[in-house]
């Protein structure tokens, strides 16, 4: 595991939270209040803050103070398609790379995801997904292709699509199918799973909007792309 500044540590458990719905969209993100829960001093939560400002996860500054920035919506089909581009690569890298250890860690992390949802905790199933995700293309050791795909994260609506209906369940079973292919060291079926997996979810959200089912602004522009 590579070294990580506390600015660093910092921003990427903001990531985990925001992608998890800890910090619901439009929140305030309070210096102070974030330290004191990190033990850390507000200078490193200040630049993780400048951090994931310029990768699209907060607006305003580290001074005024910060809100977590809302969806993309209208840019979420180009998001998809760089998504699929740079995850399948990454996931081809991971396969190359992992050893039996990161296949034992990324299973107990397939595992906690499905064991939060069967618990009703859907907040601890969302960052134990981010975990899971982050952990699996951290592996491949393609660090600027990783921030790429950070920076998409911060626009993808990852909480309306885990809020879909059997969604969660059927998201462990594509994670169970991504190291099954990893454990065979099988590139191409990782990265076909991986592409299934991303486009499962936002199909399905799709779907859900044509339907009704879900309520969102430029939803309408969204079902008929």
Request: glycine share 8%; no cysteine.
């Amino acid at each position: 595991m590579q070294f990580r500044t506390k600015e660093e540590q910092v921003a990427d458990f903001l990531r985990e939270g925001i992608i998890a719905g800890r910090y619901p969209r439009g929140t305030r993100l309070k210096q102070q209040e974030i330290a004191d829960l990190l033990k850390t001093s507000i200078t490193p939560v200040r630049e993780a803050l400048k951090l994931l400002a310029a990768e699209g996860y907060v607006l305003g500054d580290s001074y005024r103070g910060a809100i977590v920035a809302p969806f993309d919506i209208a840019s979420s089909n180009e998001t998809l398609s760089l998504r699929v581009l740079l995850e399948t690569q990454l996931v081809r890298g991971a396969v190359e790379h992992a050893t039996a250890g990161d296949i034992g860690e990324l299973r107990t992390l397939a595992a906690e995801f499905a064991s939060a949802f069967a618990a009703g905790d859907n907040e601890r199933a969302r960052a134990a997904n981010y975990r899971f995700h982050h952990r699996m293309f951290e592996i491949a050791a393609m660090p600027q292709t990783l921030h790429f795909v950070q920076i998409l994260w911060a626009r993808y609506p990852f909480d309306l699509i885990n809020g879909l209906a059997g969604r969660v369940s059927r998201a462990a079973d594509e994670h169970d199918m991504m190291i099954a292919a990893m454990i065979a060291g099988d590139g191409s079926a990782a990265m076909l799973a991986t592409r299934e997996h991303i486009e499962a979810g936002w199909f399905e959200l799709k779907r859900a909007l044509a339907a009704g089912e879900v309520a969102l602004p430029f939803a309408s522009e969204i079902a008929a792309a």
